[in-house]
């Protein structure tokens, strides 16, 4: 069973750094492939980053190449997501997601999902 807890939300202004962290709790980790989507208010969900299951290939959507970074630790259990250079247009709720199999950029394909965690951007 895996179970995403996401952590390192929180407000911060236009050009800063904040990093996410999304840790399982289930015995399998390595087996996923992992991604991290976001949800703005009155939005839909977008795909942000996503991590093969041993990070040897990492996609970013357009939006945050050159300002995201996303990496995981197989040995505990948990994938991050360095967010630097951020803009209010970052603001919203960040969820992380696990699948089986390769990685995409299809919410519909993640059977796994966190909490979320908030992060707002202020100008």
């Known amino acids: 069973q895996v179970q995403l807890v996401e952590s390192g939300g929180g407000l911060v202004q236009a050009g800063g750094s904040l990093r996410l962290s999304c840790a399982d709790s289930?015995?399998?980790?390595?087996?996923?492939?992992m991604a991290w989507f976001r949800q703005a208010p009155g939005k839909e969900r977008e795909f942000v980053s996503a991590?093969?299951?041993?990070?040897?290939?990492?996609y970013h959507a357009d939006s945050v190449k050159g300002r995201f970074t996303i990496s995981r630790d197989n040995a505990k259990n948990t994938v991050y997501l360095q967010m630097n250079s951020l803009k209010p247009e970052d603001t919203a709720v960040y969820y992380c997601?696990?699948?089986?199999?390769?990685?995409?950029?299809?919410?519909?394909?993640?059977?796994?999902w966190g909490q979320g965690t908030q992060v707002t951007v202020s100008s």
């Open positions: 997601a696990a699948r089986r199999g390769a990685y995409t950029g299809d919410p519909s394909d993640y059977v796994y």
């Open positions: 289930g015995r399998t980790f390595s087996n996923y492939a």
């Open positions: 991590i093969s299951w041993s990070a040897a290939v990492t």
